[in-house]
């Protein structure tokens, strides 16, 4: 089991930042991807960012491309979003996962990971 949890949501201006965390705790070595998603008000839970745990390769939501980071500290077991230049769009329940997805295609669903955190809002206002 892996047990993750997340931090930093808030509401904030837009074209502000933020920076969120998800700590991992567990069997961490079974999963080789950390991966953020969020879900809005009424809409479907969407990929945002993954990134493995090995090799630091990233992938982005074109959605995203260019505003967010994601990072690791693979001593801390913990993966990091930085959200640069918040939209109201951007408003969501942001939820890390883990996982080890193989395919690119998995690894930007939600059936490529087997561990959720329980979420942390952000609210983008106008």
């Known amino acids: 089991q892996v047990q993750l949890a997340e931090f930093g949501g808030a509401l904030v201006q837009a074209g502000g930042s933020l920076r969120l965390s998800c700590a991992a705790s567990?069997?961490?070595?079974?999963?080789?991807?950390m991966g953020w998603f969020r879900q809005a008000p009424g809409k479907e839970r969407e990929f945002v960012a993954a990134?493995?745990?090995?090799?630091?390769?990233?992938y982005y939501a074109d959605s995203v491309k260019g505003r967010f980071t994601i990072s690791k500290d693979n001593a801390k077991n913990t993966a990091y979003l930085q959200m640069n230049s918040l939209k109201p769009d951007d408003t969501a329940v942001y939820y890390c996962?883990?996982?080890?997805?193989?395919?690119?295609?998995?690894?930007?669903?939600?059936?490529?990971?087997?561990?959720w955190g329980q979420g942390t809002q952000v609210t983008v206002s106008s």
């Open positions: 996962a883990a996982g080890s997805p193989i395919t690119i295609p998995t690894l930007t669903s939600q059936r490529g990971y087997n561990y």
């Open positions: 567990g069997r961490t070595f079974s999963s080789s991807v």
């Open positions: 990134i493995a745990w090995s090799l630091g390769n990233t």
